[in-house]
């Protein structure tokens, strides 16, 4: 602990990990940060917090940081450091240069969800307009892009359908691939303490589908009454296979689905499901969950009588990850679980503003609010707004942009606050392909794994040094306040705007405050939201204008879908391309620890680390010892993408046959692992399933 005194003021500001979005009171000295405290009025946590917004804020300042522009001709060279002019000039001289050798469509960008709604909205009009593209996508890409075409396709909108509270009036929480207690700590403490329920108010009832025994599956004072622990890679058939029971069993709320749904998708989804080769039974062995849970897990999610969902990347990060949202999304439409308290879908967003980004228009093929870039209308208003024409054609998304760079079409990326390098999956591929562009400018904090690739580095600035608004899991928007002055002097929205004008597209925001007006101008679910509405209200959410109430939509579909009538697909189970051989006998599956975040590029430079200084394999029991391997031995993990090495932990949170790591260290590259499998819908690529190999090694 270091000691930096009595704090003399503070400023509310928002958590920058996870999608709860905690708000919290930073009490300064001058200005230094003294420490971090949960703010007691903040909505999304009522001053609670976790070891991370709480402890794991010191990277901000930390030695590693960025303070000055620079450059470099080839990635073998030195960096040099320059002015800021300098180096936004040579970044804007090298896009246009790339545009005009080998077309618009040459160059693309990445927004961050770790930044702000405002600056986000930037970088999606600087490439849309200032480059002329549609070629910008979003970290989301790797996440919950399926929760957006998914929840779009059914209910006609993204995003969580309740506010977190409504779990308190849950009767039963089914949690789907996801482990809130490490991720979501602030989030999942409200949800045990519904478990545990009270003398008046019994706990909720408890049905968990995860390969692993997690935390929730048996913490304290909790236990789920059903964990389905599938195989990965069975989703989509363990939630045909629970509908299948609805439908057969008379447990579908007629009403429900008569007055609220599309009935031809309803009949079409009803006669599928109820197909023999649907049922738990069919579905056994694939799954390897016993039919007769699948069976009780179903008819307690039927019964409620609110039933609440709450998902996570284990739902999403599969090559049948849209698949399986919508799955969920049937399933909850047909039991009439969408649109009051207490019920309704609700992903887990992982990172702070994961929400924000997506709805701000960082999708190759949507304007902000999730409007397609082919609709004429929609477009004409961006055009009118920005005084430019707007190409109707989708973009690349991330993938793309890599396949097009190694193809030689594209040729210049534009990185905000994002560390492909180190989290996208296969990352040879990944970096054969930032090898071959001719101009990457990586905008970040550290020096991180993608600018090792990079021409460009302009500095970024963390969420204590700027002003703007995060958007959490519950779409709650939240002032983002600035508590110090930008170490390297220009925070991100100002770096975009300079790029922008040195482009020949120039933007002159003085203050977020004029972003924010322009979102809400052109964005019809974040009409009405200003600063000084949250100022005045603490946060809102979106969207404002559908709602009688100020502060927002609580509950979203509470008389009809986004869409109108709720639509029904059907969800064909289709195996896994990864597959167990000899060879690669065990499956594995990538997620997160408590203490660390993401890539852990800010957490592994705070004191966290001490709790977690290592990505380490979890195994069974069973499948160490029949490779002789025991606790805190080095193993190596070998992959048909990649190897590397890493240390064991035996544990029986493990089913046989699956093992899991984390991804927060470079140096145990678990990406390395992973293979550019991805989702049929939307390329999220399938972390949650590699095949293979383990065995014992020397220390390395
Ligand atoms: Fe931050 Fe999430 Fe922890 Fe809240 S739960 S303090 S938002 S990391």
Not at 47 to 56: E, I, L, T, Y
Not at 204 to 229: F, G, N, S
Not at 379 to 403: K, Y
Not at 539 to 565: L, Y
Request: charged share 20%; hydrophobic share 35%.
């Amino acid at each position: 602990v270091i000691e930096l005194g009595q704090p003399e003021h503070s400023v509310v500001t928002t958590c920058a990990y996870c999608g709860v979005g905690c708000g919290f009171k930073a009490e300064m000295k001058g200005t230094t940060v003294v420490r971090m405290t949960p703010w007691k009025d903040g909505k999304a946590n009522e001053g609670h917090s976790c070891v991370k917004g709480r402890f794991a804020w010191g990277y901000a300042t930390h030695k590693d940081r960025i303070t000055k522009p620079m450059i470099r001709a080839k990635i073998t060279d030195p960096w040099r450091e320059v002015s800021w002019d300098e180096a936004i000039g040579h970044a804007a001289a090298e896009f246009k240069r790339i545009q005009a050798k080998h077309g618009k469509d040459s160059v693309g960008g990445i927004t961050s969800s770790r930044c702000t709604n405002e600056e986000v909205y930037l970088v999606q009009k600087l490439i849309r307009a200032a480059f002329g593209t549609n070629n910008v996508d979003t970290c989301a890409r790797v996440c919950h892009s399926p929760t957006g075409y998914g929840m779009g396709q059914t209910f006609g909108t993204s995003a969580g359908t309740q506010t977190f509270k409504s779990v308190a009036q849950a009767d039963v929480i089914v949690v789907i691939g996801a482990n809130p207690s490490d991720a979501h700590p602030v989030f999942a403490s409200r949800m045990k303490r519904r478990l545990r329920g009270s003398a008046e108010h019994p706990g909720a009832r408890l049905v968990v589908i995860d390969p692993r025994r997690i935390d929730l599956v048996d913490a304290p004072h909790v236990r789920a009454d059903h964990h389905l622990a599938l195989k990965p890679g069975t989703n989509v058939a363990v939630i045909t296979a629970m509908a299948h029971v609805v439908v057969t069993e008379g447990l579908v709320n007629e009403a429900y689905v008569a007055e609220r749904c599309d009935s031809k998708s309803f009949n079409d989804w009803r006669a599928f499901v109820a197909r023999p080769e649907n049922s738990p039974e069919a579905f056994e062995a694939t799954t390897g969950v016993p039919a007769a849970e699948i069976r009780a897990a179903a008819r307690l999610y039927a019964q409620g009588p609110n039933s609440a969902i709450y998902y996570g990347l284990g739902v999403t990060e599969h090559a049948q990850g849209s698949t399986m949202v919508i799955g969920i999304a049937n399933l909850a439409m047909a039991c009439g679980m969408v649109g009051r308290d207490g019920v309704g879908v609700n992903p887990l967003r992982g990172q702070n503003n994961v929400q924000g980004s997506c709805d701000m228009g960082s999708f190759p093929h949507e304007l902000p609010g999730y409007r397609h870039i082919s609709d004429t209308t929609v477009r004409s208003q961006f055009e009118a707004a920005w005084g430019v024409t707007l190409d109707p054609e989708p973009g690349l998304r991330i993938p793309n942009m890599f396949d097009a760079a190694l193809s030689g079409s594209f040729k210049g990326l534009y990185c905000q606050g994002e560390d492909i390098a180190q989290s996208d999956p296969n990352t040879q591929h990944v970096q054969a392909a930032l090898e071959a562009m001719e101009c990457i400018v990586v905008q970040d904090i550290f020096l991180n794994e993608t600018a090792k690739y990079a021409h460009v580095l302009l500095p970024g600035s963390s969420f204590l040094e700027k002003d703007g608004t995060f958007t959490n899991a519950e779409r709650r928007i939240s002032r983002v306040r600035q508590v110090m002055p930008p170490l390297a002097g220009l925070a991100d929205w100002q770096v975009t705007q300079k790029l922008s004008t040195a482009l020949g597209y120039p933007m002159h925001y003085e203050h977020p405050e004029q972003i924010m007006a322009e979102i809400a101008a052109l964005t019809p679910s974040f009409a009405g939201v200003s600063y000084a509405k949250i100022e005045r209200l603490g946060s809102v959410q979106w969207p404002c204008n559908e709602s009688t109430d100020e502060a927002g939509t609580a509950i979203m579909h509470r008389e009809r879908f986004v869409r109108g009538k709720g639509r029904f697909f059907n969800t064909q189970y289709v195996p896994s391309d990864e597959k167990v051989t000899q060879r690669y006998p065990l499956l594995l599956t990538t997620g997160r620890c408590l203490s660390q975040y993401n890539v852990g590029a800010q957490t592994r430079r705070t004191p966290n680390n001490q709790w977690h200084d290592e990505d380490r394999l979890d195994i069974h029991p069973h499948d160490a010892e029949a490779r002789g391997i025991a606790d805190g031995d080095w193993v190596g993990i070998s992959s048909r993408a990649g190897q590397t090495v890493q240390r064991a932990r035996v544990t029986e949170r493990m089913q046989p046959g699956v093992v899991w790591t984390t991804f927060h260290f470079p140096e145990s590259g678990a990406n390395v692992i992973t293979t550019d499998s991805s989702d049929w819908a939307t390329n999220c690529p399938e972390y949650k399933v590699t095949a293979v190999q383990v065995s014992k090694v020397m220390q390395p």
